[in-house]
């Protein structure tokens, strides 16, 4: 005899004629979300009936719903109910009505964790309700599946993990247990540790988002001001709906955020005789130096940008209070009055101060942006002429090296310092052992550890005197600390990472999707080590929004003057 189906089984079977569901026993929504990730009900016709818990009409074409519970923890009690085109709601539709929904149950996205919904055929009757409480959570749940669809209020508390998307669609992304860290930055690309990081990364990420689909209209409007906070600020309760769309577990925010800002750090200091800076000036381009010119291929699009752009590269570089500076990205555009460097210089100077740069005579390199070496003349002396490594990887993809001695003025021993930008991680092109090998460090390994080969090779002739073993390669490597470019240096070539020898412990210049980490580095001769006295990240960009830069709001000051933050040195040679 076959066994007697049960109550719930009854229920599905009745309900999978188009809306053949009793008007007086709806199901209840945990059953249309069933306890895996997507429904079991999908396709079918079902009835349900909540309470409206957040009205997306607007941003998201609908609502939410939740009942009271099925009693299956596994199962969610919240549900999202898509108004297509033509289906019209009640005007009695408002959150805290308790509404019933006739539709057919669908899967929003692709993949397994699509968000489960209901398009709805007919809504109503609405009438008053109560509006359920949200579920606490005070930890990263170990699965955000039982909550799909449902209210919740996290105090956790939150980190501000990124806000590159928060122009763009209204989202901020946050996490669980302090700031995000690539991978790679913590450990070997490929290792079990690696996969580890990545995997965390994964589950303690939650997008706070704003209810819409596209660019918000004016500012944000669960941030007081509609400004965005600094990475690393603290977010202490965040209320709204749990849902996973496009790919991310988020959090549809349904009241204001309260976020206690993370301060901004006032310039470094570092003890030493003698200090040494590294900035990547994020594309400073000058048009023809005389205020035409632009756009030009990078950069600022106009003159007024430009000067903008230039005040701040000026106010960091002056906070900084180094005696020599290697620069990344200016434009390529030699060294008379008109060009990138000699503007720079210029205004640096402005107040009175001495700075000079170092002139190669050409390039260095055929590339559309080259680094560059500036100096204080009343604190230290070049010594000799420089030097470039031209050829091989230096060549259209991976800027050209250069090198320069000085000395401290009144002083005899002296510095190497090497300014370096190895090719980024951009695909464009990448074929081979350059393309993406799927272990996290993106395209152009290859080419950057040849690269670094190459740097140490060259090095270790020493290009610029038999005496000068004093060495500090600076710049963005483009690459994080573990992977192989900054490995092989370290391991291989028995270079010093100057933060490890100062002790200072997660360092990071650069925050690129929410993951925070360094491309830029400081590494130093086993001669040089012994010399370093502190080394230190002013965390003036990085960690900024995007917004505050020079083509934002143009906040005044040295905030998010680049995309890189810059590092400070301090030597007694």
Same mark, same amino acid.
């Given at each position: 005899?076959?066994?007697? #189906?049960?109550?719930?089984?009854?229920?599905?079977?009745?309900?999978?004629?188009?809306?053949?569901?009793?008007?007086?026993? #709806?199901?209840?929504?945990?059953?249309?979300?069933?306890?895996?990730?997507?429904?079991?009900?999908?396709?079918?016709?079902?009835?349900?009936? %909540?309470?409206?818990?957040?009205?997306?009409?607007?941003?998201?074409? $609908?609502?939410?719903?939740?009942?009271?519970?099925?009693?299956?923890?596994?199962?969610?009690?919240?549900?999202?109910?898509?108004?297509?085109?033509?289906?019209?709601?009640?005007?009695?539709?408002?959150? %805290?009505?308790?509404?019933?929904?006739? /539709?057919?149950?669908?899967?929003?996205?692709?993949?397994?964790?699509?968000?489960?919904?209901?398009?709805?055929?007919?809504?109503?009757?609405?009438?008053?309700?109560?509006?359920?409480?949200?579920?606490?959570?005070?930890?990263?749940?170990?699965?955000?599946?039982?909550?799909?669809?449902?209210?919740?209020?996290?105090?956790?508390?939150?980190?501000?993990?990124?806000?590159?998307?928060?122009?763009?669609?209204?989202?901020?992304?946050?996490?669980?247990?302090?700031?995000?860290?690539?991978?790679?930055?913590?450990?070997?690309?490929?290792?079990?540790?690696? @996969?580890?990081?990545?995997?965390?990364?994964?589950?303690?990420?939650?997008?706070?988002?704003?209810?819409?689909?596209?660019?918000?209209? $004016?500012?944000?409007?669960?941030?007081?001001?509609?400004?965005?906070?600094?990475?690393?600020?603290?977010?202490?309760?965040?209320?709204?709906?749990?849902?996973?769309?496009?790919?991310?577990?988020?959090?549809?925010?349904?009241?204001?955020?309260?976020?206690?800002?993370?301060?901004?750090?006032?310039?470094?200091?570092?003890?030493?005789?003698?200090?040494?800076?590294?900035?990547?000036?994020?594309?400073?381009?000058?048009?023809?130096?005389?205020?035409?010119?632009?756009?030009?291929?990078?950069?600022?699009?106009?003159?007024?940008?430009?000067?903008?752009?230039?005040?701040?590269?000026?106010?960091?570089?002056?906070?900084?209070? @180094?005696?020599?500076?290697?620069?990344?990205?200016?434009?390529?555009?030699?060294? /008379?009055?008109?060009?990138?460097?000699?503007?720079?210089?210029?205004?640096?100077?402005?107040?009175?101060?001495?700075?000079?740069?170092?002139?190669?005579?050409?390039?260095? /390199?055929?590339?559309?942006?080259?680094?560059?070496?500036?100096?204080?003349?009343?604190?230290?002396?070049?010594?000799?002429?420089?030097?470039?490594?031209?050829?091989?990887?230096?060549?259209?993809?991976?800027?050209?090296?250069?090198?320069?001695?000085?000395?401290?003025?009144?002083?005899?021993?002296?510095?190497?310092?090497?300014?370096?930008?190895?090719?980024?991680?951009?695909?464009?092109?990448?074929?081979?052992?350059?393309?993406?090998?799927?272990?996290?460090?993106?395209?152009?390994?290859?080419?950057?550890?040849?690269?670094?080969?190459?740097?140490?090779?060259?090095?270790?002739?020493?290009?610029?005197?038999?005496?000068?073993?004093?060495?500090?390669?600076?710049?963005?490597?483009?690459?994080?600390?573990?992977?192989?470019?900054?490995?092989?240096?370290?391991?291989?070539?028995?270079?010093?990472?100057?933060?490890?020898?100062?002790?200072?412990?997660?360092?990071?210049?650069?925050?690129?999707?929410?993951?925070? $980490?360094?491309?830029?580095?400081?590494?130093?001769?086993?001669?040089?080590?012994?010399?370093?006295?502190?080394?230190?990240?002013?965390?003036?960009?990085?960690?900024? #929004?995007?917004?505050?830069?020079?083509?934002?709001?143009?906040?005044?000051?040295?905030?998010?003057?680049?995309?890189?933050?810059?590092?400070?040195?301090?030597?007694?040679?």
């Amino acid at each position: 005899m076959s066994p007697r #189906p049960s109550r719930h089984a009854w229920s599905l079977l009745l309900c999978a004629a188009a809306f053949a569901c009793d008007a007086a026993s #709806p199901l209840a929504i945990g059953q249309v979300q069933g306890a895996d990730a997507r429904s079991p009900l999908l396709g079918q016709a079902v009835t349900v009936e %909540g309470t409206v818990t957040a009205d997306f009409r607007t941003g998201l074409e $609908g609502f939410y719903l939740q009942d009271g519970g099925d009693g299956d923890p596994r199962t969610s009690d919240g549900i999202f109910v898509r108004l297509p085109e033509g289906v019209a709601a009640p005007d009695t539709l408002a959150v %805290g009505a308790r509404c019933r929904v006739r /539709g057919t149950v669908a899967e929003l996205g692709s993949g397994r964790e699509s968000l489960t919904a209901i398009e709805a055929a007919a809504v109503g009757p609405c009438r008053p309700g109560r509006t359920p409480q949200p579920q606490l959570i005070t930890a990263v749940p170990g699965d955000w599946e039982p909550l799909e669809g449902m209210a919740g209020r996290i105090q956790a508390p939150l980190t501000v993990a990124g806000s590159h998307d928060l122009g763009r669609y209204g989202e901020l992304l946050a996490s669980f247990g302090g700031r995000l860290w690539q991978p790679a930055e913590l450990a070997r690309p490929g290792s079990a540790e690696h @996969a580890r990081i990545a995997a965390d990364n994964a589950r303690l990420r939650l997008l706070l988002d704003d209810g819409g689909s596209g660019r918000p209209h $004016g500012p944000v409007p669960y941030l007081e001001g509609g400004r965005a906070p600094r990475v690393g600020s603290t977010i202490t309760a965040a209320e709204g709906i749990l849902e996973h769309r496009h790919g991310s577990w988020r959090l549809q925010l349904t009241a204001p955020l309260a976020l206690q800002p993370a301060p901004r750090p006032a310039p470094p200091t570092v003890p030493g005789t003698l200090k040494v800076a590294a900035f990547n000036l994020e594309n400073l381009f000058n048009g023809d130096g005389r205020g035409g010119g632009f756009p030009t291929p990078r950069g600022a699009r106009t003159e007024a940008a430009m000067r903008a752009q230039l005040a701040k590269l000026v106010a960091t570089i002056q906070a900084l209070d @180094a005696g020599i500076a290697a620069l990344m990205e200016l434009e390529n555009d030699g060294y /008379g009055p008109e060009s990138s460097i000699a503007q720079l210089v210029e205004a640096l100077n402005a107040d009175g101060a001495q700075w000079r740069f170092v002139d190669t005579g050409h390039g260095p /390199g055929g590339d559309t942006i080259r680094v560059g070496l500036i100096y204080r003349a009343d604190r230290v002396v070049p010594r000799g002429r420089p030097a470039m490594l031209e050829g091989g990887p230096f060549g259209q993809r991976s800027r050209v090296p250069l090198a320069q001695a000085f000395v401290r003025k009144g002083g005899r021993v002296p510095l190497v310092v090497v300014a370096n930008h190895f090719k980024s991680k951009g695909c464009s092109e990448a074929e081979g052992a350059d393309a993406d090998q799927g272990d996290g460090q993106g395209c152009w390994n290859a080419l950057r550890l040849e690269s670094a080969r190459r740097l140490h090779q060259w090095l270790a002739g020493r290009p610029l005197g038999p005496d000068l073993e004093r060495v500090v390669l600076l710049g963005d490597f483009n690459a994080y600390a573990m992977e192989d470019p900054l490995h092989w240096l370290r391991s291989e070539g028995g270079w010093r990472d100057a933060f490890e020898v100062a002790g200072v412990e997660r360092p990071w210049s650069y925050v690129y999707r929410g993951h925070s $980490g360094r491309l830029d580095h400081a590494l130093l001769s086993p001669a040089l080590a012994a010399h370093l006295r502190g080394a230190a990240e002013w965390h003036v960009n990085a960690d900024e #929004p995007d917004e505050a830069g020079y083509a934002g709001r143009n906040e005044p000051g040295p905030w998010r003057s680049s995309d890189h933050d810059p590092l400070l040195l301090g030597f007694d040679l």
